[in-house]
Structures are given as C-alpha cells and as structure tokens.
C-alpha cells in the first residue's frame, strides 16, 4: 500500500491502474490466441453538436502509449472539439487495452478542468486569473489542475509542488490566517511582518476582509505599507459579501480620493464566469477557485472501430476511423479518414506516435496549447452566448 492512497506512477505505467475486466480480456484474448490489429478513438459525442470543450491531458496520455506497439493520432492539445475523435490509436489490441482506464482519466479531467478554466477565461479577457482551486482536489491531482488552467489561458497558479513538476513558479501572498495569528486589531503588524519577511519578488498585495470592513482594511494596508503596497485582495466569505460590485467600487473609490489610484484590486472566494463577467470592469485580477478544480470530467469513451482493415463498432458508436476538421466558419466537422474533408477545412488530428515512438512535441507544448485554445475560442465564438 503507498503513502497517502496514491496510486504512482510505476503501477499507471505497468497497467495495474485498469479496471479488472482489461485484466480479463486480456487472459481470454491469450487463451484463444488472438490479438486482432485495432483502429480505437476516443470520443466524447459522436456528431458535432456546437458544445465546445477543451482538449487537455494529452502529455501524459502520450507518455502513456510511449513505447508501446502502436500507432497513435490526437488532435493537438488546446483545440477545442463538440464531436468525433480526439485520439485514434492503431495496433494490436492486446498491447493497448489495459491502459484504457488511466489513459480515459488522463484525458477526462484535464479536458474538464480546461474547459471550466476556459469559461473564466473568455469571461474576463483582459483581466489577470490565476488558478486558486488545488485545495480541492487529492494532491496528486495538484499539477493536472494547475496545468489545465495554463492551456485555458490563465495567467498562474497558487500551488508549490505543482510549479516544481509544470517548470512554473507559484503565484499567492497571503492567507486570513496570517492576520489572525497576530490577532484581531493587529492586521497592520501581519501587512508589516510580510513585507519584511517575504522575498521582494513578491508583489505586496495585502488581504483586506479579515476582521472589519473592505474599506476599513484596505485604507489601513495603505497607510501601513505607503508606497511598497502594490494591490490589496477581497476574499470575503459569500455570506457576509452583499453586493461584491458595490463593495469593488467603493474601494477603488476611496483609493482614488487618497490619491493611490495605482493601488491595484484582486478578489476571489467561490468566483465563477458569471461573476467574472460583473465585476472584471472594476477589479485588476481574480483568483478562481472550485469552479475549475472541481470541473466535471468531460465523458470519454475508447472505442474500437475497426478489426483487421474492416469497419466494426458496438450500437451507438460509428464505424470506421475518422478525421476532424475546423471548418472555414469556425465549426467542427468529422468524416471518414479515408474521404476528403470539407472545401477549406482544416484537419486536426495529427501524427504523435509511430511503432511506439513520439514523432512530435508539437501537441502537447504548453504555450503552444494555450495559444490554440485562445486562438479557437475566438473562431468558434465560445462563451459569446453568456455575454
């Protein structure tokens, strides 16, 4: 049994991390001495039906299949899809079929997380968002969360451990327990311990709502910090916030009056797009929280589609390999792989894997997917529906 409940990596990558029945399938398979060459597609819907979701997760997915005697075709992470494969995978089955369950988990969550991170993102464009949610999740799953919220868009993310593996640096300040520890009536001597102990890279930005009024706080952090005060943060509590807006512009107005118009405005605590989209007009920045972390995975399925060359899918499915397009207009279109895709389309499924070796680091970069995600949300006008 390892520590903390966390199944590592060495059981993922030796196939333990499956549900029984591959185990099984497997041994029957053996038994009849079979192991028929596959085509098999992951797919959330079969048609394009115009709900877009974020592809996401395909780095560890990729190193999943790695080595193994396979081919494989994914639509590069950070397109956005409604319909038809985001991954084929070709080759006997048998060298595959074990690693469906952490493959699907891979590409679900991430894909979930990416697209909840994408609705704040496309809520407020021009606004920083930084990803505050990984107290949500098991800690194994820190940097999937974080990671996920880059190839939305984000401009950070608040856990340690998980900048350590991604190769980015954690954003954050302070928490209310910090001027609780110097107790009520103090907050002046937490702001002051922090800019006194904290690196100087840090921006001094200073949690106004523990204990008094917004107001009341962030005129005191002012006077407490002068000219080093960068920004103050609004967290408070759902229940005791009123009316969040009213409560933003009174203290960019009270900032103003003082002359520390530069002072800058971040708020969080249980924020969505919809908030996002009231108060991004008012504030300079939002961390995000639950609303991205605890996404709901989007509902892969593997499938197999055709067996030795020929067309073959269980009810409900489509036959055949397919391919996906972004069409001129912005939409999404699937077709067989072996016909010609729509006038002025752009295939999406590219070249990852041949006889188990990675042929490309082009779908799986992280800026590279940021950029594409961005870019798509634009073309196929998402969230435009909420403005």
């Known amino acids: ?52 979701e974020l592809f996401a997760g395909l780095e560890n997915a990729v190193a999943l299949l790695e080595g193994r005697d396979v081919d494989v075709d994914a639509v590069p992470e950070g397109r956005l899809f409604d319909g038809g494969p985001v991954m084929r995978i070709t080759g006997p089955y048998r060298s595959f079929a074990r690693f469906e369950t952490s493959l699907l988990g891979f590409l679900s969550h991430a894909s979930g997380i990416a697209t909840a991170g994408l609705d704040c993102r496309v809520a407020a464009p021009d606004s920083q968002v930084l990803s505050f949610g990984a107290r949500h999740v098991h800690p194994a799953m820190a940097a999937t969360v974080e990671r996920s919220a880059l190839v939305a868009g984000f401009d950070g993310f608040s856990h340690v451990a998980a900048g350590d593996l991604i190769g980015r640096e954690a954003s954050g300040t302070m928490p209310h327990a910090l001027a609780i520890c110097f107790g009520r009536g103090n907050q002046e001597a937490a702001w002051r311990a922090f800019d006194e102990g904290v690196d100087e890279a840090v921006p001094r930005i200073a949690l106004c709502d523990t204990y008094s009024d917004e107001v009341d706080e962030v005129l005191r952090a002012v006077e407490a910090l002068g000219d080093r005060l960068d920004g103050v943060r609004l967290d408070t509590t759902g229940s005791r916030r009123g009316d969040f807006r009213h409560i933003v512009r009174e203290v960019q107005w009270e900032l103003d009056a003082r002359g520390h118009e530069d002072v800058d405005v971040y708020v969080s605590g249980g924020l969505g797009p919809a908030d ?89 970069d992280l800026d590279a997917a940021t950029d594409r995600a961005l870019a798509d949300a634009d073309a196929v006008g998402y969230g435009t529906e909420s403005e």
């Open 1 to 52: 049994m390892t520590e903390f409940d966390i199944v590592d990596a060495a059981a993922i990558r030796d196939g333990r991390a499956t549900d029984a029945y591959f185990e099984r399938t497997e041994a029957a398979l053996a038994a009849a001495g079979k192991n028929p060459h596959v085509v098999a597609e992951v797919t959330a819907d079969q048609f394009p039906d115009g709900d877009f």
């Open 276 to 364: 996002l989209r009231e108060l991004r007009d008012v504030v300079d920045g939002f961390g995000v929280g639950g609303y991205v972390s605890n996404a709901e995975p989007v509902d892969f399925a593997l499938d197999i589609v055709a067996v030795d060359d020929e067309p073959a899918a269980k009810r409900g499915k489509l036959s055949g390999a397919k391919a996906v397009y972004r069409t001129a207009d912005g939409a999404h279109a699937v077709g067989l792989a072996d016909r010609s895709g729509p006038d002025g389309a752009e295939s999406l499924m590219e070249p990852v894997i041949r006889g188990g070796e990675v042929v490309s680091e082009t779908p799986f």
